[in-house]
Every structure is written in C-alpha cells, then in structure tokens.
T-cell receptor, first 113, second 114 residues
C-alpha cells in the first residue's frame, strides 16, 4: 500500500546549520508529495509540495525534490533559524478518488540559538 | 486565501456533555475532512465529505457525529466522550480531485474530556 517513512527521532541543531529530514515513500503510480509543518500549539501548515517526478517544491528557504528513482522527497534548508523549530510531516496523496493523505510519523526539529 | 477556521480553539467537556466543533472555509473546496491528532503523532483521518455527502468514515465510534450543512461548513458533534478522546481535532479542506487537491488545515480545536 501507500506509505511514507521518515527518519527516526528528533533533530536538534544550532542556528544557521544545514537541515535535512529524510522522507521515502512506497506507492503505486505517481502520488503527489507534501511537507507539512506544525508549530507548537498550532495546526498543520502546507510547507511545500511536488506533483510529479523531478519537481522541486520550495518555500521559506525550504526545498524538496521529488525523486522517483529513489522514491524520496527529502526536506532541506541551508540555514535554519530558531523560528523553524516545529514538527515536520512528510505526506503523500493517495490517488484513490478520495484524496486521502498518508503521513509519515513526523520529525521534531529543535533549533538552538 | 487558504484559510480554514475552527471554533472553539479549546474545549473542556465532561463525559456526559454534548458539544460541537465547527469548521469553515471559503476557498470553494468541495471536500472537507476531520482528523484526530494525539500528541507527537501524525493526524489520523476520521471522516471525509465530498460534495456535502459523507464519503469516508474510518470506523469512528458513534459518539462522534459529523455534519456538513453546506459546502463551506463542517461540524463535528460530540456526545458521551471518553477521556481517551482528548486530542487536537483538525479540519481540512481541498478540491475533490485533480492536481489542485492540496489539503489545507485549520488551527485545530484542542479537546479535553474529563
């Protein structure tokens, strides 16, 4: 079935460090891929998305490229800020006619000043 | 505008109470969703409405009763809840299908059942 795997565990890094969060997926066909961010005490916000292979989604300095050959959609940011501290969820849209999302487990990112 | 609003922001209720959560969007989306999210977990889908008709019920207990009175509004009626139902309840909306079918989430209602 369709599923998303995110790397285990929280990510703690210093301000201005480079951030990578790994996301791999299993799906039939060509799902749309998303990164959502959840700041403390808030709902999910769409961070970026890609709908086909080799698409690069980008927003607020974050980027992710839809890699069909490695079934990956890793999130990167070149220089993180304290305000980037949040939980990041990778998700794919199942093309089942119901627009369901399959979420990864999420990664807590903590940026230390 | 990609805003989904939810009220109330916080809700505390007893196990014998009846309450309702409300969700509203004005993006012209015809699909609306309820999710339940426990701490440090991803959201879990509860219900999906498509063109104001219930299309998915993910085996949710009957103490949760969804309602979609029109294309902009989605309610979740709560009755006789259990403490384990305490969670963040998220509403989302999207186009029904196609490449512009991104789900946009509201800020959530944090529910505490005593």
């Amino acid at each position: 079935g369709n599923s998303v795997t995110q790397m285990e565990g929280p990510v703690t890094l210093s301000e201005e460090a480079f951030l990578t969060i790994n996301c791999t997926y299993t799906a039939t066909g060509y799902p749309s891929l998303f990164w959502y961010v959840q700041y403390p005490g808030e709902g999910l916000q769409l961070l970026l998305k890609a709908t086909k292979a080799d698409d690069k989604g980008s927003n607020k300095g974050f980027e992710a490229t839809y890699r069909k050959e490695t079934t990956s959609f890793h999130l990167e940011k070149g220089s993180v800020q304290v305000s980037d501290s949040a939980v990041y969820f990778c998700a794919l849209r199942k093309r089942d006619g119901n627009n369901r999302l399959a979420f990864g487990k999420g990664n807590q990112v903590v940026v230390i000043p | 505008d990609t805003e989904v609003t939810q009220t109330p922001k916080h809700l505390v209720m007893g196990m014998t109470n009846k309450k309702s959560l409300k969700c509203e969007q004005h993006m012209g989306h015809r699909a609306m969703y309820w999710y339940k999210q426990k701490a440090k977990k991803p959201p879990e889908l509860m219900f999906v409405y498509s063109y104001e008709k219930l299309s998915i019920n993910e085996s949710v207990p009957s103490r949760f009763s969804p309602e979609c009175p029109n294309s902009s509004l989605l309610n979740l009626h709560l009755h006789a809840l259990q403490p384990e139902d305490s969670a963040l309840y998220l509403c989302a909306s999207s186009q029904v299908q196609g490449n512009t079918d991104t789900q946009y989430f509201g800020p959530g209602t944090r529910l505490t059942v005593l």
